[in-house]
Each structure stands twice: as structure tokens, then as C-alpha cells.
């Protein structure tokens, strides 16, 4: 996985794109705000026409594991 490819979700849109890899995360940028998604949770796959680094995770389930995190801390 490399920085500035596109992650997409299972519908075929773009969930965000890769800004890093820290450890076991990907960091996901989109709309200028920075997403956590493990790296467990994305695969090398094709989605419709759509081929690349794929999550089943949604745009919400993102959002609400990044908030989460960010509030533990």
C-alpha cells in the first residue's frame, strides 16, 4: 500500500485516499479531515469497474471508529 491511492468501499465509491501506513493503520484523508481504518479491514479486490485497495468498512463505520479512538485518548 502506498500513499495517494485511492480506498474505496464495496459500492464502488471512494471512501478516501492513503496519506500513510503507521503500524496496523492506514491513514485516510478525505475532505481534509484524517481517517484510521486497519489495515485488516482492507483488501486488493475489484468492485464493479472498480479496481484497487477495497474495505467493507463504510464511510460512517470510519468515521465512528476515528471518533471513538479519538475520545479513548
Request: proline share 1%; charged share 20%; net charge negative.
Amino acid at each position: 500500500m502506498r500513499a495517494g491511492a485511492e480506498l474505496y468501499g464495496t459500492d464502488g465509491t471512494s471512501v478516501g485516499t492513503v496519506q500513510s501506513v503507521e503500524g496496523d493503520t492506514a491513514v485516510i484523508v478525505r475532505g481534509g479531515k484524517l481517517y484510521n481504518v486497519p489495515l485488516a479491514e482492507i483488501y486488493h479486490g475489484a468492485v464493479g469497474a472498480t479496481h484497487g485497495l477495497v474495505t467493507k468498512l463504510s464511510r460512517a463505520e470510519i468515521q465512528a471508529r476515528t471518533t471513538a479512538e479519538v475520545e479513548s485518548r
